[in-house]
C-alpha cells in the first residue's frame, strides 16, 4: 500500500472545519466536565485515556497488517506520540509530577501546532487515519487541561523550566537515533513539509531556534494557565 504525508493547508476549507470540530470537541467535554463530581470527572477522564489507547494500538495495527509499519517512521518518537503514550497511560498510575508536566506543556503546545500545520505522515488515505489525527491531538491537549482544572493536578512555578531540561534529555536522544535508524523523530533530522514560520533555515539552524521558541511558549503557557486558575 502506498503512503505518503498528507498536508493540510493553513485556513483552507478542510483546516477550518477540522479546527472548528476538533476546538468544539474539547469545549464539550470541558463543559460537561465542570458539572460532574470528582469521581464522574475522573471516569469522564479514564474514557477518553482508553479510546487513545484503543486508537494508538489500531493504528500500529492497521500499519503492521498492511505492511508498512518501520521502525523508522512508527516509533511514537515525535513529540506528539510521546505525549499521546504518557496521556494513554497517566490516569492509570500513581500521581507522577514528572510525567503530568511533560504532557501539559508538550501536548499543549505540540497539538496546537499539529492542528495549525497539519501533516499526516505516512498518510493511507483512509478516514480512519484522518480521524485519528484530529482525535489523538485533541486528545493531548484536553487530558491535561481537564486533569489541571478537574482532577488536582499542579503546575508549579518552575515547571516549564523543567519541562525545557526534559525536553532537551529528548532531543539528545533522539537526535542521534534519527541519524542511526534513518528518521526524523521530532522533526530534528530535516524540517516537515508545512509552511510553518517557526522553521527558520535549514537544518540544524531552525533547531537551535526552536530551543529559543520552546523557552517562549512553555512560559507563556505557565503564565496564562496560573494566571486563569488564580
Not at 460537561?32 to 486508537?55: D, E, F, N, V
Not at 495549525?116 to 484536553?142: K, M, R, V, W
Not at 503546575?155 to 534513518?182: A, C, E, G, H
Not at 521530532?186 to 520552546?214: C, K, Q, R, S, T
Request: hydrophobic share 50%.
Amino acid at each position: 500500500m502506498n503512503t505518503e504525508n498528507y498536508v493540510i493547508d493553513f485556513l483552507s476549507n478542510e483546516w477550518v472545519r477540522n479546527t472548528i470540530v476538533s476546538l468544539l470537541y474539547i469545549l464539550l467535554v470541558l463543559f460537561i466536565g465542570r458539572q460532574l463530581s470528582y469521581k464522574q470527572r475522573l471516569y469522564l477522564a479514564k474514557s477518553i485515556a482508553i479510546l487513545l489507547i484503543i486508537t494508538t494500538v489500531t493504528g500500529h495495527a492497521r500499519n503492521i497488517a498492511n505492511g508498512y509499519w518501520n521502525i523508522s517512521e512508527n516509533l511514537p518518537l515525535h513529540l506528539c506520540g510521546i505525549s499521546n503514550l504518557i496521556a494513554c497511560f497517566i490516569l492509570f498510575t500513581k500521581k507522577n509530577k514528572v510525567l503530568f508536566e511533560f504532557l501539559f506543556y508538550a501536548g499543549i503546545i505540540g497539538g496546537i501546532q499539529a492542528f495549525l500545520t497539519p501533516q499526516i505522515n505516512n498518510f493511507d488515505g483512509s478516514n480512519y487515519e484522518y480521524i485519528e489525527y484530529h482525535f489523538s491531538h485533541a486528545g493531548i491537549i484536553l487530558l491535561p487541561i481537564f486533569m489541571y482544572n478537574y482532577l488536582n493536578y499542579e503546575i508549579t512555578k518552575f515547571s516549564w523550566l523543567r519541562v525545557v531540561l526534559y525536553l532537551n534529555v529528548v532531543l539528545m536522544i533522539v537526535m542521534p537515533l534519527n541519524f542511526q535508524i534513518d528518521s526524523n523523530y521530532m522533526y530534528l533530522a530535516y524540517p516537515p513539509n508545512v509552511n510553518n514560520p517557526l522553521i527558520i533555515g535549514e537544518w540544524p539552524y531552525y533547531v537551535i531556534y526552536w530551543e529559543f521558541i520552546i523557552v517562549i511558549f512553555t512560559y507563556t503557557t505557565y503564565v496564562i494557565t496560573t494566571r486563569k486558575k488564580a
